[in-house]
C-alpha cells in the first residue's frame, strides 16, 4: 500500500505544454526529501498539455492530470484540483514558472507546523518583486487592483491577488462551500469565505517572466473581478452572473446612447436612431455576456448565432415586459423615476433568468 502524498501541488493550466516539464523538475528539485505530488488541472487546452502530462505521469507517480472538458476558469481548476487531493497540505501555483518554487518549503512549512492557516507568496512585501508584470499598464492594473481589495479583506496582506498559495486542505474544504468560484483570483475569494480570521504568513517571493506561452489575463477577467467583489459585498445574496448580467446591461443602455447619438448626428429621426440603438445593444449585449457573464460556457460556431438569435427575441419580450409594467406603475403613481425603474428591473431580472436557463443553460 501507498499512502495519500503529505503535499499536492495544484497547477491550474492551459495552454502552457512547454511549461510542464520544467515545472516537474523544478518542483523534483525543490522539494526534495519531501512527500509531495503535483495535480495539473487542464481545461481541454488546445495545445495538447494534458498529454505532456500524461506522458510524464506515466513514468513519474507524483504526476497526476485533472482534464476537464468543455469547461474554463482558472478560479474553478484550482478548487477541483484541491478538491482531487487527499493530501494534509495543498499548494497552488502557476503552471507558467512565474512562481518561485524555492519558496515552496518554506510556505509549506508555515502551514505544516508554525501554526499559520495559510502561506502566501508575496510579490509585494519587502524582497518581493513584480517585476516579471508584462507591462506598465498591467503594473497599474494590479495596484490598483490591490488597493481597492485591501479595503474589503479580513486581514492585513500585501499581496492578496497572489496566485500563489499553501494552506490546510481542512480549511480549504470548510470554505468550499461559499467560494464564489468564478474569475482568476482564488486566493482572496477564500480569504473572503474563510469561516475565521486566517493566520497568514507572508513569504516574498520574484515573480519570474513567463518561460513560454501567453498569458489568458484580459480585461474581460478585470470586469468579471470586479463582479465577484460585489457579489462578496453583497454577501452572497445575489449570484455574481446576476451581478455581472446587470453590469452587461449597464454597458448596454451607454452602447444604446452612444448609436442614439450617432444617428441623431447624422440625420435620423428618434424612432430610427432608438430602434438602432436598441438592435446594436443588443448584439454587443449578447457578445459581452457570452464572452464575460458566461465565460465559461462561451457558445461558438452555429451555436453563438442561434443564441444571439433567441437573445433578441427574449430581449424583445424583455423590453415589453418593461414598457407595460413601467406605464402601469406610471398611470397610477404618476412617478416617472420609479415605473421606469421598475420595469426596467423586471427585464432584467427576466432577461437574466431566461437566458441563463434556455441560451447558456445554467444548472
Ligand atoms: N485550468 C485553467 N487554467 C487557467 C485558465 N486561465 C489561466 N489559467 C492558468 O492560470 C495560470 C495563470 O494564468 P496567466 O495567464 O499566466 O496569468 P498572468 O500570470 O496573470 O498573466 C497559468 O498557469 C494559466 O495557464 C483557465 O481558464 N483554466
Ligand atoms: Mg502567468
Request: glycine share 10%.
Amino acid at each position: 500500500m501507498r499512502p495519500a502524498p503529505e503535499i499536492s501541488i495544484v497547477v491550474p493550466c492551459y495552454n502552457e505544454r512547454a511549461n510542464v516539464r520544467p515545472l516537474v523538475a523544478a518542483l523534483s528539485h525543490a522539494l526534495a526529501g519531501r512527500d509531495w505530488e503535483v495535480i495539473f488541472v487542464d481545461d481541454n487546452s488546445p495545445d495538447g498539455t494534458i498529454d505532456e502530462v500524461r506522458a510524464l505521469a506515466e513514468r513519474d507517480g507524483r504526476v497526476r492530470g485533472l482534464l476537464r472538458v468543455g469547461r474554463r476558469g482558472l478560479s474553478s481548476a484550482v478548487i477541483e484540483g484541491v478538491l482531487s487531493s487527499s493530501a494534509r497540505i495543498v499548494a497552488v501555483m502557476d503552471g507558467d514558472m512565474q512562481h518561485d518554487e524555492s519558496c515552496l518549503g518554506r510556505m509549506i512549512d508555515a502551514v505544516a507546523g508554525d501554526g499559520y492557516d495559510i502561506a502566501v507568496g508575496s510579490r509585494h512585501v519587502a524582497g518581493g518583486d513584480n517585476a516579471g508584470l508584462a507591462s506598465g499598464w498591467r503594473t497599474f492594473l494590479s495596484d490598483s487592483g490591490i488597493r481597492l481589495v485591501q479595503m474589503t479583506l479580513p486581514v492585513r496582506l500585501g499581496d492578496p491577488m497572489s496566485g500563489f498559495f499553501a494552506m490546510r486542505r481542512d480549511l480549504f474544504a470548510q470554505t468550499v462551500p461559499r467560494l464564489s468560484g468564478t474569475g482568476f483570483k482564488i486566493l482572496l475569494d477564500v480569504f473572503l469565505s474563510a469561516p475565521r480570521r486566517p493566520r497568514v504568513l507572508e513569504v516574498p517571493f520574484v515573480f519570474r517572466p513567463r518561460a513560454a506561452g501567453e498569458s489568458k489575463l484580459d480585461i474581460l477577467v478585470l470586469v468579471q473581478f470586479v463582479a465577484m467583489l460585489a457579489d462578496k459585498l453583497c454577501r452572497g445574496f445575489l449570484p455574481t452572473r446576476f451581478i455581472a448580467f446587470s453590469l452587461v446591461g449597464l454597458a448596454g443602455i451607454l452602447v444604446n446612447l452612444a448609436v442614439l447619438e450617432v444617428g441623431r448626428r447624422l440625420g435620423a429621426d428618434f424612432t430610427t436612431g432608438q430602434w438602432l440603438g436598441t438592435l446594436v445593444a443588443m448584439v454587443t449585449n449578447f457578445w459581452m455576456n457570452n464572452a464575460l457573464t458566461y465565460r465559461d460556457r462561451r457558445l461558438r460556431g452555429a451555436r453563438m448565432w442561434l443564441g444571439l438569435a433567441l437573445f433578441m427575441v427574449i430581449c424583445s419580450a424583455g423590453a415589453i415586459a418593461d414598457v407595460g409594467i413601467a406605464r402601469a406603475i406610471f398611470s397610477r403613481d404618476g412617478q416617472w423615476g420609479l415605473a421606469s425603474t421598475a420595469g426596467a428591473a423586471i427585464a432584467v431580472v427576466w432577461n437574466y433568468a431566461v437566458s441563463s436557463t434556455l441560451i447558456w443553460r445554467v444548472r
